[in-house]
């Protein structure tokens, strides 16, 4: 199995914002959603994007709705641990891991949704599943890479498959500032 060689970087900046601040559009959505608990909004601020984020807890798990900064739907996240990934997925994450690093500790799992605002709420308003729904799990891991350190997030499909890491950086510049 071969490994990616070359990462990308991901930096995100989390600020809690108003809904007043948030487009209508992912309001209505969040609103259409029938969530039992209190939304929390955050603008992100990335490298090279923007994006709005619903955070809250609904039946016991943790979501994040993400919708573009003019209020598309981008995908809903949930919260899972390692085990309530697929059997064959989960082996296959391993295996991929294990290839790639020295030593890894998985630090937060998420199922992601999307293929559309429409798919993605029937599924889980209804729990009708159409051909259209993309299913894929992000991982945040902790990795010893080359010597050293670093915290990843690796994306995979939902059958397990390899698709992206991003090496996730704590500040935007590679300087040190004095």
Request: glycine share 6%; charged share 30%.
């Amino acid at each position: 199995m071969a490994f990616a060689a070359s990462a990308q970087l991901k930096y995100e900046k989390e600020v809690r914002v108003k809904p007043s601040n948030v487009p209508s559009a992912a309001i209505a959505f969040v609103d259409r959603m029938q969530l039992e608990r209190k939304v929390k909004w955050f603008k992100e601020t990335g490298i090279d994007r923007s994006s709005f984020e619903a955070k809250t807890k609904h039946q016991g798990q943790r979501l994040s709705i993400e919708f573009s900064v003019d209020g598309r739907f981008e995908d809903l996240e949930v919260k899972i641990g390692q085990d309530d990934m697929s059997g064959t997925a989960h082996a296959k994450v391993r295996q991929y891991l294990e290839s790639a690093h020295l030593f890894y500790r998985i630090k937060k799992v998420q199922v992601q949704y999307s293929g559309g605002s429409d798919t993605v709420w029937e599924f889980f308003v209804g729990g009708v599943r159409s051909e259209l729904l993309i299913v894929r799990y992000e991982l945040v891991v902790s990795a010893k890479h080359k010597g050293s350190f670093a915290m990843y997030e690796y994306l995979f499909s939902e059958e397990g498959d390899f698709l992206q890491r991003a090496r996730i950086t704590l500040s935007v510049t590679d300087n040190i500032e004095y």
